[in-house]
């Protein structure tokens, strides 16, 4: 008997809680908006692991319409989120959310392209997690851009890697030329992340595909 990963993920969706209603409401807006937040299985494994974790400061890059950030938020009461949106549009929709949830004090939204970090930005490192979540040809100059302003026992998150089970195929039956391109720029991060010397990196099969990297602290 075989069973796909889709009546897998089925499963195990079906077994979780219902979340809140005003949550439930933000996943219905992205479902009919085709805003791309994460998927069932793979926030709840980040939030699991964020609370393992506990951190006290997380970076994410990509805010979208503030989803993740609000149940970042939500999940580790202690924690202050800082997220980085270049869309206009899903920037004000992001405040609006957080500010629906009375989470304006603990979400601090930044503008812009995450390319570049703002002096904003950096003047709050050390960052405990760090969570990439935006254009996925991307992931490894937020990568590198980011790693610098995390803590020594920090964890870096990467979602979608492996972008609807895409990576895994035969790139070569990929018809859109743009979706190739991106499906191997993503796995270039994915054997570049996985040999990178100083970190350690599991990817989870869940929702979209999470990677977790841990930094290895190189003692003398
Ligand atoms: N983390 C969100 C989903 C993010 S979707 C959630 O799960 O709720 C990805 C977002 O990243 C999009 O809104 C897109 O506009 C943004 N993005 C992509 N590239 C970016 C960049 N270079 N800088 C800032 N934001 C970016
Ligand atoms: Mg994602």
Do not use: C
Not at 58 to 73: P, V
Not at 142 to 147: G, R, T, V
Request: net charge negative; glycine share 6%; no cysteine.
């Amino acid at each position: 008997m075989k069973i796909g990963h889709e009546e897998l993920t089925g499963y195990l969706e079906r077994l979780q809680k219902p979340r809140p209603e005003e949550i439930m409401k933000l996943e219905a807006y992205a479902e009919a908006h085709g805003v791309p937040i994460m998927e069932p299985t793979g926030i709840e494994a980040l939030l699991q692991l964020l609370s393992l974790k506990n951190p006290k400061k997380i970076l994410e890059i990509g805010t979208a319409i503030g989803y993740s950030a609000i149940r970042m938020a939500l999940k580790l009461p202690e924690a202050e989120i800082f997220t980085i949106e270049r869309d206009e549009n899903r920037y004000h929709e992001a405040i609006q959310n957080i500010q629906s949830f009375q989470l304006e004090n603990r979400i601090h939204v930044f503008f812009g392209d995450a390319l570049e970090a703002s002096a904003a930005v950096q003047s709050m490192a050390p960052y405990d997690a760090l969570f990439i979540d935006a254009a996925k040809g991307q992931y490894q100059k937020f990568f590198s851009l980011y790693e610098q302003m995390l803590a020594d026992d920090g964890i870096i998150f990467t979602d979608n890697v492996l972008f609807k089970g895409l990576v895994a195929g035969d790139h070569s039956q990929i018809e859109s030329k743009r979706i190739k391109k991106l499906v191997s720029k993503i796995d270039d991060y994915n054997h570049w992340l996985m040999e990178h010397p100083d970190y350690e990196t599991t990817i989870l099969p869940v929702g979209d595909g999470l990677a977790v990297s841990k930094k290895e602290v190189k003692r003398i």
